[in-house]
């Protein structure tokens, strides 16, 4: 089992829909990162959060550390959303870890 | 546009050869962390240096190597290359010393092509 758990794999909306990508993880951690990779291959960091949620945009991402889950939501969504969103652990502050992303398809 | 530079974008090289891919951080960031990311591996933690010392290891081969230099861009060598080490590379820098606590930007990637 991987100690970090994306849901779903792959995921398509119609514009405009409310967008809910998974993560869990199993190990301690120090803060999760959101990040999204776009079809070129670039990755641009979206959010790193410890606690709570953070709002940026259309994105919300939320954390709950008892559960040991987060949460990336997309208001709205847009065909430009379409993506990759990957979920990394900081697991005691020295390394990340890696989800296996969730690819986003958003149709007009 | 993260700040991150890589070059080159893409390289395409036979079975073992030896290839150095290049990464300048963003101004004022004085981490670098090398990542591969592979169709069936997805994204994994290389190696990272902090000020020009290593800091961190992860499922980095012993052909593959890095270095930080004191302008602090950073270079990845891999030698007596295989099939498998096809993928992208990134590099990613960050202000502080703990990717945990610090944002990453990350740079374009080089995509590796061994034929």
């Known amino acids: 089992k991987n100690e970090v758990e994306q849901s779903p794999q792959n995921l398509t909306a119609q514009e405009g829909e409310f967008i809910t990508i998974n993560c869990s993880y199993s190990?301690?951690?120090?803060?999760l990162h959101w990040l999204q990779q776009h079809p070129g291959g670039g990755i641009v960091s979206l959010f790193m959060l410890s606690s709570g949620k953070k709002k940026h945009g259309r994105l919300i991402a939320t954390i709950n550390i008892q559960e040991k889950h987060s949460s990336l939501h997309i208001t709205a969504s847009h065909p430009r959303d379409s993506a990759v969103y990957i979920c990394?652990?900081?697991?005691?502050?020295?390394?990340?870890?890696f989800g296996t992303g969730t690819r986003l398809q958003v149709f007009p | 546009d993260s700040g991150v530079t890589q070059t080159p974008k893409h390289l395409i090289t036979a079975t073992g050869q030896r290839v150095t891919l290049r990464c300048s951080p963003r101004?004022?960031?004085?981490?670098v962390y090398w990542y591969q990311q592979s169709l069936d591996q997805g994204l994994q933690f290389l190696i990272q240096y902090y000020n020009g010392e290593e800091r961190a290891k992860g499922n980095i081969l012993e052909r593959f190597s890095a270095q930080q230099f004191p302008d602090l861009h950073s270079e990845l060598n891999l030698s007596s290359l295989e099939l498998g080490d096809s993928a992208l590379y990134f590099c990613?820098?960050?202000?502080?010393?703990?990717?945990?606590?610090?944002?990453?930007?990350f740079g374009q990637g080089t995509r590796l092509t061994v034929v």
């Open positions: 190990v301690g951690i120090s803060a």
């Open positions: 101004s004022g960031d004085l981490s």
């Open positions: 990613a820098s960050s202000v502080g010393g703990l990717p945990g606590s610090t944002e990453a930007f």
């Open positions: 990394a652990a900081a697991h005691n502050t020295d390394k990340l870890i």
